[in-house]
């Protein structure tokens, strides 16, 4: 059993930067994989970026954000980060940190089992 608490949303200008965490309690939150997801007003969820539980060195992000996005874990504070910087307003979306033990399927909402409340990234233009 894993429990998700995101933070550090908010409203920034473009070009402006944001880091969003993702605290966890559980047992055993180092054996979780973890991904980052958005969902935009009307649109469905998205696979934003990934990071695998045995290897912190093992990431893979979505296309729209290689490059802007960095995803990474403390797991001494149970804590897993997503790092955006230059961000766009088509960033705009609510944020949500998922855990769970990922195979291939790693851009696959259905592969995590485990999901934070969210958290709302607004930026303008």
């Known amino acids: 059993q894993v429990q998700l608490v995101e933070s550090g949303g908010g409203l920034v200008q473009a070009g402006g930067s944001l880091r969003l965490s993702c605290a966890a309690s559980g047992r055993t939150f180092s054996n979780y994989d973890m991904g980052w997801f958005r969902q935009a007003p009307g649109k469905e969820r998205e696979f934003v970026a990934f990071i695998r539980w045995w290897n912190d060195k093992f990431t893979y992000y979505a296309d729209s954000v290689k490059g802007r996005f960095t995803i990474s874990r403390d797991n001494a504070k149970n804590t897993v980060y997503l790092q955006m910087n230059s961000l766009k307003p088509e960033d705009t979306a609510v944020y949500y940190c998922?855990?769970?033990?990922?195979?291939?399927?790693?851009?696959?909402?259905?592969?995590?089992?485990?999901w934070g409340q969210g958290t709302q990234v607004t930026v303008s233009s």
């Open positions: 998922a855990a769970g033990t990922v195979g291939p399927n790693i851009r696959v909402s259905t592969s995590y089992d485990y």
